[in-house]
């Protein structure tokens, strides 16, 4: 047992980092493929911070661009005004995401299914639309851009896409510690027995209040911690795309469904086919009508989702189950 | 007498216009096993969920150990020591029976301790073999045990049963009773709701009848037994229910 992992698991798990720390190096360091890749490690990373609230407690938020969004406004307008480090500036997106995880986890904790959704996506709608109407704090819909800086690790810029690339790959890999650590902690079997049956959870003494409220605010100031990786990589965004509905909050869900809700290589498995699906679709259809790739992309998904509704690990924990059974006869 | 455990005294509950509860009056002491009986629908099961905080009772009170729960919330009456079984089983049934009974342990220890208390309890009830199973692969028997071993393994002072015998066969049926007098004497305090008579008259010491949400009666089984106010609620049912 290494990290609590069986010795086939970790073969596994040494497999594929070996994989994702040499393949930069076999591509263009500053081309296209490597910023899809940094972009697929992003939203592998930010659907791993959504799958705490909406894979370990089942509340299937929709409103996680709020806090994405605020972290990425936070370190980006702290950089902007008082020249702060976009670390130091992550730190506080990390606590304002967390700060607005809770608030909003107090009216809607109490709600369920389709209820909690609804009214996360609101919450996550009036930040778009404060977002565009605050100008004078945010620039509104014209958007920000982050000032450029000497490139260096400290200001979190880069020349190349490479250094890029392996903080991506770091945050990646810290937050699915986080997410598998919650998951196997007294708070992963409170949110396991939540999710299953709130009534007998709490009756046999779970509280299940602080354990939602914790579960929100980990995901929560994740997402902001996110924000910041997003707005260094980007250099420039607007309302309505940090703070966006389709763009965030139901692709960060979708990476995570698709890929296999509640288990920590879901949102990766996700990431992997959804980033690089879009762009494929993009370059396929683009040109010839408008929306015609997004409508090609979200066929795909119905598709995928029809097949094997729990998402692609299921889809793998079948096809093993049927290649046993077949292996023993 | 020393103090009662868990004092009652005048619980209502209404729902809308239904009383479900009306100023229900009840002590149990410690090492007891108490039986509360009564027709379906007499008020046993909401008798429970109020005590353990899933109804908060229209007026009234509720001690354990001299403090009020009136008001607190499922989880701390659990960390006061009193919890429930689920008579239509409550189970998380995507997880394991193992891990099912060790979440109940885990309000007061780490998951390692809990999961070797978990053991234990899954033994006790006689179900240790069946512990990596899937709850929703169990059958209906083996959900009741798995309910009584997660409730066991909050450690709780008194444990109140709601149907747990239900769905067990004789030989099953002793070998459980024989369980709830070892826990017993071990200084856990029972209340069981139980519609077989012969598992209620053979286990408790006394016995607590509802009838229409109003406590009818409260006595030692024989006193039970020969009470005409029960008789008439479990036999002359029919009759009085055209007068209400």
Known sequence: ???????????????????????????????????????????????????????????????HAAFFGIGAYTSTLLLIHFGISPWIGMIAAGIFGGVAAFV???????????????????????????????????????????????????????KDTLPYYFLMLAALIVVTIIFVAIQRSRIG????????????????????????????VVSGVLMGCLGTFYAQFQYFFDPDTVFGVASISVRVAMIAIVGG???????????????????????????????????????????????????????GRRMVRRFRKGASR | MTAPLLEISNISKRFGGLAALSNVSAEVHRGEIVGLIGPNGAGKTTLFSTLVGLHRPTSGAIRLNGRDLVGLKPHKIAAAG?????????????????????????????VEE????????????????????????????????????????????????????????????????????????????????????????????????????QLIATGTPQEISRNPAVVQAYLGRSAETGAH
């Open chain 2, 114 to 213: 809990a999961r070797i208390l978990a053991r234990q309890c899954l033994e006790r009830v006689g179900i240790d073999h069946i512990a990596g199973k899937l709850a929703r692969d169990l059958s209906f028997p083996e959900r009741a045990r798995v309910e009584v071993a997660r409730a066991l393994c909050t450690e709780p002072e008194i444990l109140l049963l709601d149907e747990a015998m239900a769905a067990l066969n004789h030989v099953e049926m002793d070998e459980f009773l024989s369980l709830l007098r070892d826990l017993r004497d071990e200084g856990l305090t029972l209340v069981v709701v139980e519609h077989h008579m012969r598992a209620i008259m053979s286990l408790c010491e006394r016995i607590v009848v509802l009838n229409f949400g």
């Open chain 1, 1 to 63: 047992m290494i990290l609590g992992m069986t010795s086939r698991k970790a073969v596994f798990v040494a497999v594929v980092l070996a994989i994702a720390l040499v393949l930069p190096f076999t591509i263009d360091p500053r081309g296209y493929t490597i910023r899809i890749l940094c972009l697929m490690l992003l939203f592998a990373a930010m659907g791993q911070a959504w799958n705490i609230v909406g894979g370990l407690a089942n509340q299937m938020s929709l409103g």
């Open chain 2, 82 to 110: 009193m919890v429930k079984t689920f008579q239509n089983i409550a189970l998380f049934l995507d997880s394991t029976v193992l891990d099912n009974v060790l979440t109940g342990g885990l309000m007061r220890h780490s």
């Open chain 1, 104 to 158: 909003i986890s107090l009216p809607t904790m109490r709600l369920r299914g389709h209820y909690f959704a609804l009214a996360t996506l609101a919450f996550g709608e009036v930040m778009r639309v404060i977002g565009n109407s605050w100008s004078s704090l945010t620039g509104g819909p014209v958007g920000v851009s982050v000032p450029f800086a000497k490139p260096s690790l400290a200001m979190f810029q880069f």
């Open chain 1, 261 to 315: 809700i509640g288990t920590a290589i879901g949102p990766i498995l996700g990431a992997m086919f959804v980033i690089p699906m879009e762009e494929l679709a993009n370059q396929a259809f683009s040109a010839q009508a408008a929306g015609l790739a997004q409508l090609v992309f979200g066929a795909l998904l119905i598709v995928v989702i029809l097949v094997e509704p729990r998402g692609f690990v299921e889809f």
């Open chain 1, 189 to 216: 079997y409170r949110l396991q027995a939540i999710k299953e049956n709130v009534d007998a959870a709490e009756v046999i003494g779970v509280d299940t209040t602080r354990t939602k409220i914790f579960a929100a």
